[in-house]
Structure formats: C-alpha cells, structure tokens
C-alpha cells in the first residue's frame, strides 16, 4: 500500500504535489529502463549486457532477480505520466508547462483522463480579440500521451509528456 510522505503546508490544498506513485512499473517499463541503462553505461564506458541490465533493474525495484520481478510484475499498459509529475506538452496547440494533479484510467483500458494545471495561464483563444485564459485542464489522452480528439485543423486537444 502506498504511503504519503509529508507535505509542504504552505501550498495551496490544490497545488500539493503528490509525493508517492500508485503506478505499478509494467515489463515493458521495466525493460525500457534496462535499455536507458544499457545505453548510459555504454556511453560511459562501462558496457553492460542486456540480461545484467535487466538483473540490476530487478533489484532497483526490489525484487530479488529478472526472473522474480517478471513472474511478479504485470503485463499491463504503460502510463503516459503520472499523478505528481512535471509535464509539458500542448494543450489546443498552445505549449505548456505544468503539473498532473489527477490521472484516471478509462474503461477501455487503454486512455486516461489526465488533469494538469498549468504554471502559467493559456490562452487557447485563435482570435487575437478574445482571451479564454485556462489555468488547470482535464483532457483524454492514449498511452502515448496524446488525445485522441482532435481539433478542426487536426491538431490533438492535448500532447503530454514528463518534462
């Protein structure tokens, strides 16, 4: 069960960051980190083999070996962020930065309903008379972070990613 570390009492109930994940790493996740792994030690130098990567991997999140950690791990879908994360993106095509302050999975299993609240207000207004300033949002978006509804001109509602 996870547990919530201390928060910072002077931020406003809305804008704590959370400080814990409920996001279990999928083998995919896994295996992604063993190929970051791999890649910074070889251009450290230090050249490391696909099985010795995915062993150091296992023990990083506790588990005693691969083998363990893939037996125990689930074969699930990959989040695009997760609650508490910095992200940028674009939101009706104007850029952002921000923090996810909510993050649900849909029935499908396979989109996620993410709310981010941006540091600094966006003017999603195409008209340079009007402003619709939006401080905080909740938009669809797939696994890869990007929504699957699209603006008139084809643009995705929302692109997120960690930043």
């Not at 062993?55 to 691969?66: F, I, K, N, P, Q």
């Not at 674009?90 to 996810?100: A, E, I, Q, W």
Request: proline share 7%; aromatic share 4%.
């Amino acid at each position: 069960m996870a547990t919530r570390a201390p928060m910072n009492e002077c931020l406003d109930p809305k804008d704590r960051p959370m400080s814990f994940s409920l996001d279990t790493p999928s083998i995919q996740t896994l295996k992604s980190e063993a190929k970051g792994l791999r890649d910074e030690r070889t251009r450290a130098g230090d050249p490391l083999t696909q099985s010795a990567a995915l062993e150091e991997v296992a023990r990083r999140h506790g588990y005693r070996d691969w083998n363990t950690a893939s037996a125990a791990v689930p074969e699930r879908v990959v989040i695009p962020v997760q609650v508490g994360q910095r992200v940028q993106g674009t939101y009706l095509s104007c850029p952002f930065n921000g923090l996810v302050v909510a993050m649900k999975l849909l029935s499908d299993m396979k989109h996620y309903e993410v709310t981010v609240r941006f540091d600094k207000p966006v003017n999603v207004s195409k008209f340079a008379s009007m402003v619709h300033n939006r401080q905080r949002v909740t938009a669809t978006v797939g696994v890869d972070g990007v929504s699957p509804a699209h603006t008139s001109d084809g643009e995705p509602h929302m692109r997120v990613r960690k930043a």
